[in-house]
């Protein structure tokens, strides 16, 4: 049973929607790809070169805001160890929140690249200040409980950047999808507001206070000597195995939506304009499976961890996570069919990081809490940052086949999503090293 006091509420709050806009402000560009990338870069919006473009710049800029995300979690992570969980949290939100609205203005794709790159520092440090603050501030009884509520934001940002899209992309400027992107990324702003008005309602955590006033500060290489080693490889371990997959899956979800509408429109001879209402409408059918899903997923991850344990339900989503990516992108499927099954896709590849947020911070002390947790979290992103890149340039097609992309570049795309699914499964492979953490005290 989840009992918090009215500011253990706040703080819940706050953290949740420092993640939830973190989210938010991540996956806009996946949104808006289809008509942003070809803009950017001269060319026809909906064109076979547009489509060869989109997938492979869909795919370089989500690994480079990985690798942007890792920084800033490794270095936010020590940051918020150093000067405090709020500091650090109000901080990273105004970062992203800036370096996503900038991309409004990018005259190029470099310019853009370089946005996303300010921006990614900033989401990359967020979490492991907000996740490392609710841990210390809630009772122990019931940090599972608020770790798996704190994750739902997540969720929530990503129906609010489905939400946004669809009524600026696909109502109020649908008639204009060479300009409607850079409105979107506009919206990127909103978290700097909330940022500055929840920084009047938090403190830092007392346990963080204790700490830093008796222990000296933290340092990376702590992370690996004989003690601190087995925690760290761990955490890695399992976060590198969700990420990998979700993102090689969720990156591509506006471009697998817009492939599979434009081939049922053409089908049903629709004109541009039904064409582009039906792109949207699918998009949002498709993140929006895949977002209820994962929010069914992360709370489910509560009742797993007290029963199972930490180990077994890991296990558990990654069997589920490898078994919907299987059906969804392998069986020969209606396209609606593939649309709706993103929700199997949400609850396992999804839901599992409703764990995350109380599983890392249970493996470490309080002087070295948001370090380790933020490096567990985001250093695995670096290899993560692998999969879109590798998905997307796949997926294209050689120059000389250019002009029959539209089908093709779908089917290229549906084929290596199928073998994204085996991802999970080197997730049991790693079992034997995870720790398990069920029934402990947060360390001190």
């Known amino acids: 049973m989840l009992r918090l ?10 953290a949740w929607l420092g ?17 942003c990338v070809p803009t950017l870069l001269g060319l026809t919006i909906g064109s076979p070169e547009a489509k060869a473009a989109t997938l492979f710049w869909t795919g370089l800029l989500t690994s480079l805001l990985l690798l942007g995300w890792a920084a800033g979690g490794v270095i936010f992570g020590q940051v918020a160890d150093r000067i405090g969980r709020r500091k650090t ?28 790159i300010v921006a990614s520092l900033g989401i990359g440090g967020e979490w492991a200040a907000g996740a490392a603050m609710v841990a210390e ?23 609010l950047a489905t939400f946004l899209n669809f009524q600026i992309a696909g109502v109020l400027f649908a008639a204009n999808p060479e300009t409607s992107w850079r409105y979107v990324f506009l919206c990127g702003l909103i978290p700097a507001v909330v940022a500055f008005a929840i920084s009047f309602l938090i403190k830092e955590p007392e346990r963080w206070h204790k700490a830093a006033s008796t222990a000296v500060p933290p340092k990376l290489s702590e992370l690996f000597n004989r003690q601190n080693l087995p925690l760290t490889i761990s955490g890695c371990l399992m976060a590198l195995t969700a ?18 509408a434009r081939t049922s429109a053409n089908a049903q001879g629709f004109d541009k304009s039904a064409t582009l209402a039906l792109v949207e409408q699918w998009k949002v059918i498709a993140t929006n499976s895949f977002n209820l899903g994962g929010l069914i997923g992360t709370l489910l991850t509560i009742p797993a961890a007290k029963y199972l344990g930490r180990k077994k339900m890991f296990a558990l989503y990654f069997i589920l996570s490898s078994a919907a990516i299987m059906v969804t992108f392998g069986l020969p499927l209606p396209p609606e069919i593939r649309l709706y099954l993103y929700f199997a896709i949400g609850i396992s590849v999804f839901g599992v990081f409703g764990s995350f947020t109380y599983y890392l911070p249970e493996l470490f002390p309080t002087r070295l809490r948001a370090t380790g947790a933020g490096f567990c979290y985001n250093i695995g992103r670096v290899v993560a ?9 796949m997926a294209q097609r050689p120059p000389e086949a250019i002009a029959s992309l539209g089908a093709n570049a779908l089917n290229s795309g549906l ?21 398990e953490t069920q029934g402990q005290t947060l360390a001190e």
Not at 20 to 34: E, K, M, R
Not at 385 to 393: E, K
Not at 425 to 430: E, P, R, V, Y
């Open 385 to 393: 940052a692998i999969g879109p890149f590798l998905v997307g340039a």
């Open 243 to 260: 990420l990998l997959t979700w993102w090689s899956c969720n990156a591509f979800i506006p471009v697998i939506a817009t492939g599979l």
């Open 137 to 159: 501030v809630v009772p122990e009884n019931s940090r599972v409980e608020a770790g798996a509520l704190l994750y739902t934001s997540a969720s929530a940002g990503l129906f």
């Open 415 to 435: 084929q290596v999503l199928f073998w994204v699914g085996f991802i999970p499964l080197l997730g049991l492979a790693f079992m034997p090293w995870v720790i």
């Open 5 to 14: 006091s009215r500011y253990q509420w706040t703080v819940l709050l706050a």
């Open 89 to 116: 949290l109000l901080l990273t939100m105004v970062i992203y929140a800036l370096g996503t609205a900038s991309c409004a203005f990018a005259p190029n794709i470099w310019v853009l690249i370089l946005c996303r």
């Open 19 to 35: 993640w939830g806009f973190n989210i938010f402000n991540g996956i806009l560009f996946n949104y808006v790809a289809p008509n």
